[in-house]
């Protein structure tokens, strides 16, 4: 897992689908005007390196096994994991994938609109920042708990939220490497979370390490119990690499 973990320290942008977070202050954000957008957010404050973060599904990702007749050169890998992920996604339009290579077990992989890439890259480039690098917020929260953590068996929660108490979301497992990756795009309610995607997967990874992982939540409007667990609730300065992790 630490092959896809290694993050380099500079300020984070997180831009969702109707807002973008700098320094835990949020501005209005629109992805059909994201450039002007980011322009108004970013406005008198002094360039520097900074690692922008997509929601989730913006960058919607998915869970592929290892492949033991992979090309070996990266043209053609890249346009491999490019076919799969238009297979898996369905999707026409052209995307940019990246595959986050998990210690020979598979791959995650992540697709971006080129469009929006392009208008980000281009309008941060326009105002003297520099893009480390465009990761989904699953990636950035998984790498600021993997290295808080260590080999600490875990689970996280990252879930996006959308209208009357409903939320999609992705749901991460690591102990020595990544050992599940789970993302629904369709909504549900905070009690539907629990009883049909938390509980089952809790379930399955005490069977799988006869133990309680530590359990991680990010992105509810507010707490709520998970029976046996107690649960910690990942603030947004965790955006800035506060390490406010026990």
């Given at each position: ?146 290295v808080t ?18 939320y999609r ?78």
């Open positions: 897992m630490s092959s896809i973990l290694d993050q380099k320290q500079s300020g984070a942008i997180l831009i969702e689908p109707s807002r973008i977070l700098i320094n835990q202050i949020s501005y209005p954000s629109s992805l059909s005007q994201i450039g002007e957008c980011i322009e108004k957010a970013l406005l008198d404050i002094p360039p520097h390196p900074c690692r922008v973060i997509l929601d989730d599904f913006i960058v919607p990702s998915y869970l592929i096994e290892s492949i033991e007749d992979l090309p070996s050169d990266s043209e053609s890998q890249s346009a491999f994991f490019l076919w799969r992920y238009q297979q898996l996604s369905a999707v026409n339009s052209e995307f940019k994938v990246i595959a986050h290579p998990l210690n020979g077990k598979g791959w995650i992989l992540s697709g971006m609109p080129f469009s929006l890439v392009e208008t980000i890259e281009e309008t941060l480039q326009s105002l003297g920042f520099q893009a480390s690098s465009i990761v989904p917020k699953w990636c950035y929260l998984a790498n600021h708990l993997f953590t260590k080999e600490e068996p875990s689970c996280l929660i990252s879930l996006s939220a959308s209208e009357h108490g409903r979301g992705t749901v991460i497992a690591w102990n020595d490497s990544l050992n599940l990756f789970r993302q629904w795009s369709e909504e549900a309610n905070l009690q539907t979370w629990s009883q049909e995607r938390i509980y089952p997967t809790l379930a399955y990874l005490e069977r799988t390490w006869s133990r309680k992982p530590k359990l991680y939540i990010y992105g509810s409007s507010t707490p709520w119990a998970i029976s046996g667990y107690q649960p910690v609730f990942l603030e947004e300065d965790i955006f800035t690499g506060s390490p406010h992790v026990p």
